[in-house]
C-alpha cells in the first residue's frame, strides 16, 4: 500500500500541476501513468511512486520530477548531499566545486554565485561535483554573472544538471541494489521538499551475505 504521508506537507514545491511543470522544462517522463492534469506535483509523485516495482523507469522519473520542481535553492543542496555521496560526508573542503555550491546554498549571494562560476571553470571535467556549482550558477536563470548575465538559460537545463548530479550518487552504491538507492536519493529529495535537510536520510547498507 502507498503512504500518502510520503507526499504530503511539501512546502517547498510550487503550486502547479506536476505535468505543467514537467512540459514547461522540457521533460519527458518514461512511466506510463493515468493521471489528472491538474494532479499537484505530490500527486504526481504519488502515482509514480504507485508504479515502482512494477515500471523500471519510475524511480527515475520520480528523480526527474523533483530535479525539476524542487526550488533551486533545495534543488542545488540535493544536489550538494549526492555530490558528497562520493566525496564524502565527512570531508571538509575549503576550495572546489562542492565547496563552492554548498556556499553558495548557505548564502545565495552573487560573489558566492561567481566563485561557484569560477569553480566550474577550474575544476577538471571528471570532476564528481562539477554540476553542482553548475546548479548554483545556473539558479538564477543564466548562463553565468557579468558577460554572461543577459544570456538566458533554456527552460530545464537548471533541472537537468541537478538531476545529472543526483545520478551521479549511484556511482558509489556499490553492492547496494540501484534501486534502494535510487529510493534514498528519492527520500532525501522529499525531506527537502518538506522544510527538511535530507540528511537525516540514512545510506544503504549492502544486504548481509547469507551464513553458511
Known sequence: MIDAMMFEGLKKMPE??????????????????????????????????????????????????????????????????????????????????????????????????????EATQKAPQDDPSILAALGAVYASGTYGPDDLEDMEVPPGIFGNVVFGQVLASLDVAGDVDGLVWMGMLIERGLDIAKGGNGKAIPVPEPEPEPAE
Open 16 to 117: 502547479r500541476p506536476g505535468l505543467a511543470v514537467m512540459k514547461a522544462t522540457n521533460t519527458k517522463l518514461e512511466t506510463r501513468l493515468t493521471v489528472d492534469p491538474r494532479a499537484s506535483i505530490g500527486e504526481l509523485l504519488q502515482a509514480l511512486e504507485g508504479q515502482r516495482g512494477l515500471s523500471l523507469s519510475a524511480e527515475v522519473d520520480m528523480l526527474k520530477v523533483l530535479s525539476h520542481t524542487l526550488p533551486p535553492r533545495e534543488a542545488v543542496w540535493w544536489s550538494c548531499l549526492s555530490a558528497r555521496d562520493v566525496v564524502g560526508h565527512g570531508e571538509t573542503l575549503t576550495e572546489g566545486p562542492l565547496f563552492a555550491a554548498e556556499s553558495w546554498v548557505f548564502k545565495p549571494s552573487d560573489e558566492n554565485r561567481r566563485k561557484a562560476f
